[in-house]
């Protein structure tokens, strides 16, 4: 005789618990922000774009742009919700102590976990902003490799391709990140 019966409450709970396994996500926990929760909007991915505009508008002499928390954590967001299956939803960014510090949920699999990536950023010889990622965090193993992948395409793209230094020509003198800002002075290629 075998110890499952269709109909039984034990054979009943197995396949319960399978189905649910199978329809969700098993979350693993991991990083979690700061408790600060940083707000996106429309208008802060906007305003980064505009800022980088305003930088090239005036042509000569040094620039001086600023990019605040919620402008990355906006254009971030953005760029993930226009994807059908995100590699990170809810980013968080975090500018502190002269590095980016990026927070999130990503799924591998049935897996869900709280991610952690902390980027140092440092101007090349070139002018350009290059991205070093000195943390990569899923759950309690390090993050998958698309991941960091997307993140720094994304944030090269906020600093030096569609929006940033590349295509308004700045070449980037200096870069200084600090209480929720980063500062980025250059000059006109």
């Known amino acids: 005789m075998h110890p499952f019966k269709v109909g039984s409450g034990p054979f009943l709970l197995a396949v319960s618990l399978v189905a649910a396994g199978v329809a969700c996500q098993i979350n693993v926990g991991g990083p ?3 408790a600060d929760i940083i707000e ?3 208008a802060s991915a906007s305003e980064l774009a ?3 505009e305003s930088a090239l508008s005036l042509g000569t002499g040094e620039v001086v742009l600023v990019i605040t928390e919620q402008q990355l ?3 971030l967001s953005e760029r993930f919700e226009s994807d059908e299956e995100p590699i990170l939803r809810h980013p968080q960014v975090f500018l502190r102590n002269g590095e980016i510090r990026i927070y ?3 799924s591998a699999g049935v897996f869900e976990a709280g991610a952690l990536l902390t980027i140092q950023p440092t101007v090349g010889s070139g002018g350009d902003v290059e991205f070093e990622i000195t943390t990569a965090e899923f759950g309690p193993v390090p993050a998958p490799n698309p991941l960091t992948a997307v993140l720094s395409e994304l944030l090269t793209e906020a600093f ?3 929006l940033g230094s590349m295509a308004t020509g700045i070449r980037i003198t200096s870069l200084a990140i600090a209480d929720g800002q980063v500062a980025i002075v250059g000059s006109p290629r």
């Open 32 to 34: 979690e922000p700061p």
């Open 40 to 42: 996106a909007s429309t």
């Open 50 to 52: 505009n800022n980088w």
């Open 73 to 75: 954590t906006s254009f």
């Open 104 to 106: 999130g949920t990503a």
């Open 160 to 162: 030096t391709g569609t």
